[in-house]
């Protein structure tokens, strides 16, 4: 008998049908009022009205989500996942007025990150991951996006790369692989970016190819991704990473605008990365590149929040340039430990000046594509992997109003009910 079940009596059915939304589509969560929706084998069947479908279906296993809101997990498309220990001294030195890039600059940061992360194994890379994994779960995330990028050395960063696939086997949540090999210049070479780019590009992709060709050949292969930033790795820098990345077959993701304007989402555009992330320097020349792309525009709120700072994406120019906004947590030890993509969502209403509504497609089916997963995750429809979470409320405005909890009750992960919350 094929192991099916009917969630009914949802008070809003958030759909999200129809692909990702660009520009003023942005906001349309395709709701069935007292919906439900039919699941079989790990996948959606049918999504419709409550008495129709259980009219229709009178014999099949069901959980009455009791006039509660039911919609796709969320994905978080941009996750450091990979870690070990934490930088709260850090925190507390930028309380005192040290900036974030000051602090890389002395050799902190990232480097200190890398420092803890680079000989770790990879039991204790997933051992460490694991409990993040689970508290994400927890809040409603069903799929993010795990890069590496404290290794900064070859050996080390495929490591990480193969402690995020094998936690991605541990069905948890499921983890898109990013190489982010160029997260940082290596300490080593702190003085000499140059030869460490050219170091990236002449082995560790190269390597990263090979390494994949040996192993997981059958797989899609991983994004790359850098942090073209001043203090980081140059826009020429960046292309040139990047379109040897794109020559080898990889696809692309890039780190652009976090604090200043050096052009990586035009770059991003240029090369087709499927997304170009923090943004929140972004001239308006290199909004409408976005706009007139395919490049999703993934907008990381934790990250100015965390800092402190005041200045956030410019999310209402990118909607208006009729980009497609995804929305990320960006969890790493630096700025933005956040687990929490409700928390997100809450941070988007009030920086990003988005409706709930757009914030939410912005966390699903926008978030899917940003991860080059439109087609099989972030909504609810037919065919698509049946990762659904129940809220502890009957109108989804409470996702943005009410933060600081948690309002998923329920994670069904490919058909398995994984979380049962009390909510709040
Ligand atoms: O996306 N900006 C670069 N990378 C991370 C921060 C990583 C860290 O500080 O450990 C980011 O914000
Ligand atoms: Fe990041």
């Keep these: 008998m094929e192991k099916r079940m009917l969630i009914h009596s949802a008070s809003q059915l958030l759909t999200l049908a129809g692909g990702p939304q ?14 439900a929706v039919l699941i079989q084998e790990g996948k959606i069947i049918q999504t419709g009205i409550t008495s129709e479908m259980l009219a229709k279906y009178p014999d099949e296993p069901r959980f009455d989500a009791r006039q509660r809101v039911v919609l796709p997990g969320f994905v978080d498309p941009h996750t450091h996942l990979i870690f070990i220990g934490n930088r709260a001294f850090e925190f507390e030195m930028r309380l005192e007025g040290k900036s974030y890039m000051e602090i890389m600059a002395a050799g902190g940061g990232i480097a200190n990150t890398v420092r803890a992360t680079r000989n770790a194994s990879i039991e204790e890379l997933k051992k ?22 404290y290794g900064l050395e070859a050996e080390s960063e495929l490591r990480q ?8 086997q541990e069905g948890v949540l499921d983890l898109v692989p990013t190489y982010l090999g160029a997260h940082a210049i290596a300490p080593e070479y702190k003085d000499d970016p140059e030869t460490f780019t050219q ?20 797989q899609a292969k991983p994004f790359v991704d850098i942090f073209c930033e001043t203090g980081a790795f140059s826009l020429a820098q960046s292309r040139l990473v990047l379109q040897t990345a794109k020559d ?37 020349a290199d909004i409408n590149a976005l706009g007139q792309s395919n490049t999703v525009a993934v907008a ?18 990118i909607i208006k ?27 988007s209403c009030r920086y990003l000046n988005i409706t709930v509504a757009q914030a939410i497609a912005a966390a699903t089916i926008n978030a899917a594509a940003a991860v080059g997963r439109a087609d099989q995750i972030g909504s609810l429809e037919y065919g698509k992997q049946a990762d659904v979470i129940i ?11 009410k933060f600081g909890g948690n309002q998923v009750t329920a994670v069904f992960k490919r058909g398995n009910l994984v979380v049962q919350n009390n909510g709040n």
């Design 22 to 35: 660009r520009g003023s589509q942005l906001g349309n969560l395709g709701i069935i009022e007292n919906g």
């Design 128 to 149: 460490e991951a694991r409990p993040r994994m689970v508290n994400m779960l927890a809040h409603g995330t069903t799929t993010a996006e795990a890069k590496t990028g």
């Design 161 to 168: 790369l193969q402690a995020i696939l094998e936690l991605n």
């Design 199 to 218: 170091i990236v590009v002449n082995q560790f992709l190269p390597g990263l190819e090979h390494w994949w060709h040996i192993n997981n050949k059958n």
């Design 248 to 284: 080898l077959g990889f696809p692309l993701k890039i780190h652009a605008d976090e604090f200043d304007n050096l052009g990586g989402a035009s770059l991003a555009v240029e090369l087709g990365a499927v997304s170009a992330d923090h943004l929140v320097k972004t001239s308006q």
């Design 300 to 317: 990381l709120p934790p990250t100015p929040f965390g800092l402190g700072h005041h200045e956030y994406t410019p999310a209402k120019e």
């Design 321 to 347: 340039a009729n980009g497609i906004l995804a929305i990320a947590s960006d969890l790493n030890p630096g700025p933005a430990w956040c687990e929490n993509m409700q928390f997100v969502i809450a941070l």
């Design 391 to 401: 809220l502890s409320t009957d109108d989804y405005r409470n996702l943005g109003y």
